[in-house]
């Protein structure tokens, strides 16, 4: 177990924004977790989870507790069959990685997830997705350790109140008291995306003439369309998309189509505003304010160019939010989590 102290927080996030923290803890084995969470008892000091730090913001005061960073290794399929094969991947994996695993091997389930940053237990946290995929539709479950009640449990997907960007470990009462170890996925044994496909993804098939819908071609894909419109978060200092699409009901779909804004409707049923197209309508695709620039590539990505403060980065969303509710009457919501100040309490 890795212990280090007073590690800045802008060398552990891909927005590169943060003061120092504390302690940081590498855990790299099962017996790291509840020796590391021991350790922040003894010194009375709150901990903070953190994977590949690509939807996390950090603050200028740091965090006076203890950062625990994920990085325990392993993928292994559980059964196989000829429709559908069980895999489960450790915490501390990278995403990409285990999605290139199952790309390769032909199964299909998370090929449209291809190049998200991060590692595999923050993909549950946020229920992330793109192209018309997402967690919730293939997570079996979850194994983590209960800092309550010191012990490893699973946890069944049904468990986990699974919706847009939020689940059980990033909204509720049950934040912050579970370590994820691992994941377990339920992907198809066999090729079974078919068009029409989510629009960006159709238009990239449509202009290149593209027939094979195998996993590993529509990862290509998606990789070709995502190098193209988001910036490299070890190029480019981002945090991903930074504000949530929003979900409307059926009076806020009348006003929006009055606005003139395109109204998407998911599978469920929901109805939905692209929160980049609001800001791109706003005139603000490629501004810079604040030492940001909103990326010309893709409206929701805000891009640190040379910001050197979270005051830098609360100047430059408060700018966006004013100017997009000014002009169309929504709210940006903020996707990236922050990383609390921190508190000392007692140990528990």
Same mark, same amino acid.
């Given at each position: 177990?890795? +212990?280090?102290?007073?590690?800045? +927080?802008?060398?552990?996030?891909?927005?590169?924004?943060? $003061?120092?923290?504390?302690?940081?803890?590498?855990?790299?084995?099962?017996?790291?977790?509840?020796?590391?969470?021991?350790?922040?008892?003894?010194?009375?000091?709150?901990?903070?989870?953190?994977?590949?730090?690509?939807?996390?913001?950090?603050?200028?005061?740091?965090?006076? $507790?203890?950062?625990?960073?994920?990085?325990?290794?392993?993928?292994?399929? /559980?059964?196989?069959?000829?429709?559908?094969?069980?895999?489960?991947?450790?915490?501390?994996?990278?995403?990409?990685?285990?999605?290139?695993?199952? %790309?390769?091997?032909?199964?299909?389930?998370?090929? %449209?997830?291809?190049?998200?940053?991060?590692?595999?237990?923050?993909?549950?946290?946020?229920?992330? $997705?793109?192209?018309?995929?997402?967690?919730?539709?293939?997570?079996?479950?979850?194994?983590?350790?209960?800092?309550?009640?010191?012990?490893?449990?699973?946890?069944?997907?049904?468990?986990?109140?699974?919706?847009?960007?939020?689940?059980?470990?990033?909204?509720?009462?049950?934040?912050?008291?579970?370590?994820?170890?691992? !994941?377990?996925?339920?992907?198809?044994?066999?090729? %079974?995306?078919?068009?029409?496909?989510?629009?960006?993804?159709?238009?990239?098939?449509?202009?290149?003439?593209?027939?094979?819908?195998?996993?590993?071609? +529509?990862?290509?894909?998606?990789?070709?369309?995502?190098?193209?419109?988001?910036?490299?978060?070890?190029?480019? !200092?981002?945090?991903?998309?930074?504000?949530?699409?929003?979900?409307?009901?059926?009076?806020?779909? !009348?006003?929006?189509?009055?606005?003139?804004?395109?109204?998407?409707?998911?599978?469920?049923?929901?109805?939905?505003?692209?929160?980049?197209?609001?800001?791109?309508?706003?005139?603000?695709? $490629? !501004?810079?304010?604040?030492?940001?620039?909103?990326?010309?590539?893709?409206?929701?990505?805000? /891009?640190?160019?040379?910001?050197?403060?979270?005051?830098?980065?609360?100047?430059?969303?408060?700018? /966006?939010?004013?100017?997009?509710?000014?002009?169309?009457?929504?709210?940006?919501?903020?996707?990236?989590?922050?990383?609390?100040?921190?508190?000392?309490?007692?140990?528990?």
């Amino acid at each position: 177990m890795l +212990i280090r102290e007073n590690v800045p +927080i802008s060398e552990l996030t891909t927005m590169r924004l943060g $003061g120092k923290a504390r302690f940081v803890i590498e855990i790299s084995e099962l017996s790291d977790i509840p020796e590391a969470y021991k350790f922040a008892a003894e010194k009375k000091l709150p901990t903070f989870v953190l994977g590949g730090g690509a939807n996390t913001i950090g603050k200028d005061e740091g965090f006076d $507790g203890v950062i625990l960073l994920n990085r325990l290794k392993g993928i292994e399929v /559980i059964s196989e069959t000829s429709d559908e094969v069980v895999i489960r991947a450790m915490g501390g994996e990278e995403w990409d990685d285990f999605v290139k695993y199952t %790309c390769e091997r032909g199964y299909s389930g998370i090929e %449209c997830l291809s190049k998200i940053p991060g590692t595999v237990g923050a993909a549950p946290v946020q229920n992330i $997705g793109a192209y018309g995929q997402d967690i919730s539709q293939v997570l079996e479950s979850v194994e983590v350790y209960d800092r309550e009640t010191h012990e490893l449990i699973v946890l069944g997907a049904n468990e986990l109140k699974m919706g847009y960007r939020s689940t059980i470990f990033n909204n509720g009462p049950l934040v912050g008291r579970y370590f994820i170890v691992a !994941a377990t996925f339920v992907l198809e044994n066999e090729e %079974c995306l078919e068009p029409p496909f989510y629009n960006s993804l159709q238009k990239y098939i449509d202009e290149h003439n593209e027939t094979d819908f195998s996993p590993a071609n +529509i990862r290509k894909m998606v990789s070709n369309i995502r190098a193209e419109k988001l910036p490299d978060p070890i190029h480019e !200092a981002s945090a991903g998309s930074f504000f949530k699409n929003i979900f409307i009901d059926d009076g806020e779909g !009348a006003k929006a189509k009055a606005l003139g804004i395109k109204v998407w409707e998911k599978a469920d049923g929901r109805k939905m505003i692209n929160s980049g197209y609001l800001i791109e309508g706003a005139g603000l695709k $490629g !501004a810079r304010m604040h030492g940001f620039k909103v990326s010309e590539k893709a409206a929701l990505i805000l /891009i640190n160019e040379s910001a050197k403060s979270y005051a830098d980065l609360d100047a430059a969303r408060s700018e /966006i939010r004013n100017k997009v509710q000014e002009k169309y009457g929504f709210y940006l919501e903020q996707e990236p989590v922050e990383i609390p100040i921190g508190k000392k309490k007692e140990a528990s």
